[in-house]
């Protein structure tokens, strides 16, 4: 059995990787301080990366940013009926109310 440290050497690794990785700190540090994904890609555009909000958007869901699509919360009423409410996670409100917006 070959051991790892020798596969790694005889074999070159060929998944393409995100030019955002260069940036995944300042893209995670802007979207946490809420900055918008069309400030984000203004901010990239800045230094020589084009990208689109979508592809910003899915580099920022894939590194395990909270998203949820919706949340499921079950309220009881005074009069003792209880509710569900879904809401949109405030990373997914924020990416849809700024899709398009330029």
Do not use: C
């Not at 005889?10 to 069309?38: G, H, Q």
Request: charged residues 35%.
């Amino acid at each position: 059995m070959k051991s790892l440290d020798s596969f790694k050497k005889a074999v070159e690794p060929k998944r393409r990787v995100s030019k955002l990785n260069k940036f995944k700190n300042e893209i995670f540090e802007l979207y946490d301080m809420d900055y918008s994904v069309s400030q984000i890609q203004k901010f990239l555009s800045e230094n020589e990366i084009k990208i689109s909000k979508r592809r910003i958007w899915d580099f920022i869901s894939k590194r395990d940013v909270v998203i949820k699509t919706t949340t499921v919360k079950t309220v009881e009423q005074s009069s003792g009926a209880t509710i569900k409410t879904k809401t949109k996670s405030k990373a997914l409100n924020h990416f849809l109310s700024n899709v398009g917006k330029e």
